[in-house]
């Protein structure tokens, strides 16, 4: 190799340097803001070349205002035109910006969600916010409940024409006593509002779609829980003239109505009425819906039990195709949103899987075209709590539902949903594609034939990809992402367009990245002969079926076959043998304990990216038998021989079938030399079957290989690792030894240059 080509790498290298300073730190860290004074047309152009954005709104002629870079000032006084410094570090402007709005809305008075309100605060909460955003807000008086107050209903979308919007109906409060369902939606509505104009999703939403709020369907029945009347009151304060009370409004309507689940006993909780729609708070909502056509979507809140209810709840029929599918996948997806905001779990289920019901706003809202659900807030069905949720909890409630609120907004806005049922891939292995399932279904319009497509952009190529989806069924397509080397990554986001021209995105805003990486199976363990396995710990008590070694007899709880391919026949398992009955072998007595053997992580970490992984099958059944579920198997791992262990799960789920877990091992401890994997089966309370077993365990690594001139493992290889390794020389530290000849000479540091610059 000539002295030119080593030159020619160095200078790469060190314009490279240049490079990565010029992007490190904030944004616009050390960025300008000049006014130039141009004096001629040719100013103008040499001017806006350097900068990296207009300021003022035009460029020239006169003087006009661009914001700069470091590189990009001293480039402008190359130039020779005329100009000052406006602002001197650009960064520091928006940071204050920021500051002084987040201080701004923290100082906002948000104490109206420290707690409950009757009906009039709550209405005045309203209507103040109305005083506060009259561009976005209105509220209007939609009717009377039965002993003559005043019904409201708000409406909240962005300034301009409402006209062409679609509508989403959310009512609270049917049910007096459930005061979370009142307070959610105020905090909803009090959240859009105020973060419009400053989030751009809240801005997008509401400009393109109008909410219709009702804050209370039952204002009798909440006043009459206020203290000191009845705080568990439920239905309305119908006099029914027998001496009882109220009339269950989730009863009253006009859908299925006088059906199961609904009472014809006035002291019911769950009465009915004498008619469908005999009550005035019923019959006000049903002709303010109706009277906006363009509603398309329905959410009635109530509490508790934190569930995602979607029709029908009259009795045990799903909706037609496709809204069946699109209320189980989105209902799903609603969970899903709120489950990422507090880790607080909401159930989503058909409404009969609850109970039937029949005569609800969700089943009639549906019979007559929109899309609609239930939602039940917090707390749990689990605790004591039931409809009284402690006031702190009101924003934490608020927030998890005005997430799912943004995303129910949105989807109704053009009307297709767009879903993966299996997830969206984020980690494609060994260089293979990656084909997936793409849902798409008409919510609330149709889809344009032929336009599904996956757009996606790799780390390499410049370009938006567009590859159309081909079509399974109506509203099933199928993506494939291209195969790509490990280390690459992709970026994309699938998109469909509405018969009205309207293109829908998903995920809305954003694209999904997946990573391509390489997997290396350190070790596999067939289980087909002992390894080292161990069987038995202390406190094991197991009278029958401990583990072993064997071919499995099929039973009603035990797999007939391992789970390792032919040839492949055997598999650790608790006793596999049939016997008589279900019950015949199973572990009883206590448990049984199942340790792997000595297992090294610790090797070859050094030069993948990924850490090690942990991988084995598993089988377990606890259903069958007199006392069903009643027990559970802990999974273990340790990283010094068995002295300690930590849980990786504890599995109770009865899949029936060899099931695979994967635990990346740094998420729970440190890799060592000196793993060891244990399954602990046991029988815990009498009379309950159970069966386990073990198959194909291993250990592999998942990631991308270092460059080997990757000095600081960060999958970079740029100039930190060139000067990285420069100090290595010069400080003459024997890890610059690249030839291992006992020095740090030249031939060293070319050999790393040589490194360097190989892809
Ligand atoms: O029973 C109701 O009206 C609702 N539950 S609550 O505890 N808030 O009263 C649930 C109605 C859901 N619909 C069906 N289960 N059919
Ligand atoms: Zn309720």
């Known amino acids: 190799m000539g002295t030119i080509g080593r030159g020619a790498r160095l200078s790469a290298l060190l314009a490279c340097a240049g490079w990565v300073t010029g ?68 960064q520091t402007l928006l940071d204050e910006e920021r500051r002084a709005n987040q201080a701004a809305k923290a100082a906002r008075d948000s104490s109206f969600f420290d707690s409950y ?31 003559g107050r005043p019904m409201y209903a708000a409406t909240i979308t962005g300034p301009g024409d409402p006209s062409g919007r679609p509508m989403v109906y959310f009512n609270a409060c049917q049910h007096a006593r459930e005061w979370a369902s009142p307070s959610t939606l105020a905090f909803i509505v009090d959240e859009l509002l105020r973060n419009y104009g400053t989030d751009a999703r809240v801005t997008e939403i509401l400009d393109h779609v109008v909410l219709r709020a009702v804050p209370v369907v039952n204002p009798d029945g909440y006043e009459y829980t206020q203290v000191p009347a009845n705080r568990l009151w439920r239905k309305n304060r119908r006099n029914n003239g027998d001496g009882t009370f109220g009339v269950d409004l989730n009863r009253n309507w006009d859908a299925f ?54 029709p029908w709840g009259y009795a045990d029929v799903p909706p037609p195709e496709p809204d069946r599918t699109f209320f189980d996948l989105f209902s799903r997806e609603l969970a899903d949103t709120i489950f990422a905001v507090h880790g607080v779990s909401y159930t989503p289920q058909q409404s009969i899987d609850l109970y039937a019901a029949a005569g609800t706003a969700t089943d009639w809202a549906y019979s007559v075209g929109r899309k609609s659900w239930t939602i039940e807030l917090r707390p ?131 694209e999904i990245s997946a990573a391509y990486l390489e997997e290396s199976v350190i070790t596999l363990d067939t289980c087909e002969i002992n390894a080292g396995w161990t069987i038995g710990a202390p406190g094991d008590t197991a009278t029958t079926g401990q583990w072993g070694l064997m071919d499995p007899e099929p039973t009603a709880a035990q797999p007939g076959d391992d789970h390792t391919p032919a040839p492949g026949v055997n598999c650790w398992v608790t006793d596999g043998r049939a016997g008589s009955q279900v019950g015949s072998f199973d572990v009883d007595g206590g448990a049984t304990t199942l340790t792997s053997p000595r297992l090294d992580a610790s090797l070859a970490g050094a030069w993948y990216s990924g850490g090690p992984t942990i991988a084995y099958h598993r089988w377990y059944s606890n259903d069958a038998g007199a006392a069903p579920n009643s027990d559970s198997m802990p999974v273990l791992l340790s990283n010094d021989d068995g002295a300690t262990w930590t849980q990786i799960e504890d599995v109770s789920e009865n899949t029936g079938a060899w099931t695979a877990r994967a635990v990346v091992i740094s998420d729970l401890m440190t890799p060592t030399d000196a793993m060891r994997l244990r399954f602990v089966a046991r029988d815990l309370g009498s009379g309950s079957i159970v069966e386990a077993g073990v198959d194909d365990v291993s250990l592999a690594i998942r990631g991308v290989h270092y460059h080997p001139a990757d000095l600081n493992h960060d999958t970079f290889t740029d100039a930190t690792d060139f000067f990285a390794y420069l100090d290595l020389f010069v400080a003459d530290d024997p890890g610059a030894d690249l030839d291992a000849d006992g020095d740090r000479d030249a031939s060293d540091f070319f050999l790393y240059l040589d490194l360097f610059v190989t892809p």
Not at 400 to 411: D, G, H, Q, S, T
Not at 479 to 492: F, V
């Open 257 to 310: 109505w006088g059906g199961d689940g609904s009472s014809g006993s006035t002291n019911s909780e769950t009465y009915r009425g004498t008619a469908p729609f005999s009550e005035p708070e019923t019959q006000v909502i049903r002709d303010d819906l109706l009277a906006h056509p363009s509603s398309v979507a329905h959410i009635d809140w109530h509490t508790y039990s934190q569930l995602i209810l979607y």
């Open 23 to 90: 992007i490190a730190g904030a944004q616009f860290e050390g960025y300008k803001v000049v006014r130039v004074s141009p004096a001629s047309p040719r100013d103008v152009l040499a001017a806006s070349a350097v900068s990296a954005g207009l300021w003022s709104e035009r460029a020239g002629p006169g003087p006009f205002e661009v914001y700069v870079s470091p590189e990009g000032l001293e480039a402008l006084a190359g130039t020779g035109v005329r100009f000052e410094v406006l602002v001197d570090d650009l």
């Open 380 to 510: 749990s069905s689990g605790g004591a709590g039931g409809f009284i949720l402690p006031p702190e909890q009101i924003r934490p409630t608020g927030q998890e539902n005005y997430a799912a609120a943004l995303r129910f907004l949105e989807v109704f806005i053009d009307g297709l949903y767009l879903g993966m049922p299996g997830g969206a891939p984020t980690e494609i292995i060994n260089g293979a594609g990656r084909d997936f399932t793409v849902r798409i279904i008409g919510s609330s319009a149709t889809l344009e034939p032929g336009s599904a497509a996956l757009v996606f952009r790799t780390d390499f190529g410049a370009d938006d990809v567009t590859v159309p989806l081909a079509p399974l069924t109506d509203i099933s397509f199928s993506a494939s992402l291209p195969a790509l080397s490990p280390g690459r990554t992709i970026n994309y986001h699938v998109e469909a367009r509405t018969t009205a021209g309207n293109t829908v995105r998903f995920p809305s805003a954003g």
């Open 117 to 147: 309100h009757n009906y009039a605060d709550l209405i005045a909460y309203y209507q103040q916010l109305v005083t506060d955003f009259p561009a976005l807000a209105s509220i209007e008086v939609i009717g009377q409940s039965l002993e």
